[in-house]
C-alpha cells in the first residue's frame, strides 16, 4: 500500500541525529504549497534544540505566502498594509474599472485608514468598524457609509482567504 503523501503548506517525520559530540541534527521534507517537496534541517547543542529549531523554519515556511513577492498577511498585520495589499490585487485582477478603484482608494484614504489603519487585522472587531460606519451615517454620508462598508467586507474576506 504506497504512503500518503505529504499534504501542501505541511511536513513529514522530524528525524534527530548526533553528527558529532554535542552537535545534533534535525531533519524534515516540507511540501510547499505548489507542491514541490524541499529538505529543511537545522542543527542545535541538543537533538530537542535542533529539533525547536527545525520547527520554527517549518512554521515560517508553511505562513510565507504562496506566490514570491506577495505580502504574507498575518493577525498581526497592520490595516495600512492590508489596505495597500487588497488595492494591488484589485488592480492586478483587472475586473474593475478604474473609476471604480479610484472610488475605493479614496473611501480608503479618507474615512477608513485614519480610522482603522494602525489597528491589526485581529484587533478590527465588527464593533470598530460598526463604530466607523456609523459615525459617516450620523455626518449623513450614506453613500460613504455603504461604499466603506463594501470596502471593508471584501478587505476582510480577503484577510480570511490569506488565513489571517
Sequence with gaps: MAR???????????SRKEITPGVWRAQAQYRDFTGVLHKYESRGPSGAAAQRALEDKLHHASSEATVPGTATITPTTRMGVVFDHWIAEKRVEGQ??????????GVLDRDLRPALGLLRVREVTPVAVNRVLMALSTAQKYDTARQARNVMSQVMMMCVRYGA
Design 4 to 14: 500518503k503523501p505529504i499534504e501542501p503548506g505541511r511536513w513529514g517525520r522530524i
Design 96 to 105: 474593475i474599472t478604474m473609476q471604480s478603484l479610484e472610488t475605493y482608494r
